[in-house]
């Protein structure tokens, strides 16, 4: 069974920056593949960046060359950094894993994933 805690959010200005956690447990945390969704007010749940097991990353549109996702296979930890916030950022962010998949292929689509955190609040104003 495995089990994922957000941990990270907070309120920051536009322009700031955020580094999320998402600590996982369960077994075998590196053959899981992972990515972080959004959720804004009145929006769906959207992933904004994923890893592969082996550490490939794929972000949407919105997020490229602000945040980075990354993970530590050893503390058993996925990340994400987010820079140059802005208001349209603001919303729940939730760590989602499955295992399996392409070792070199990232997700983001919602119904790949079969587990889920309850989320981090992010606020930028």
């Known amino acids: 069974h495995v089990q994922l805690v957000e941990s990270g959010g907070g309120s920051v200005q536009a322009g700031g920056s955020l580094r999320l956690s998402c600590t996982f447990t369960g077994r075998s945390f590196h053959v899981h593949y992972m990515a972080w969704f959004h959720q804004g007010p009145a929006n769906e749940r959207e992933g904004v960046a994923g890893i592969s097991s082996g550490g490939v990353a794929k972000y949407a549109d919105s997020v490229k060359g602000r945040f980075t996702i990354s993970k530590d296979n050893e503390k058993a930890t996925l990340y994400l950094q987010m820079n140059d916030l802005k208001t349209e950022d603001s919303g729940m962010y939730y760590c989602?894993?499955?295992?399996?998949?392409?070792?070199?292929?990232?997700?983001?689509?919602?119904?790949?994933?079969?587990?889920w955190g309850r989320g981090t609040q992010v606020t930028v104003s």
């Open positions: 989602a894993a499955q295992p399996g998949g392409g070792y070199y292929e990232p997700r983001l689509g919602r119904g790949d994933f079969g587990y």
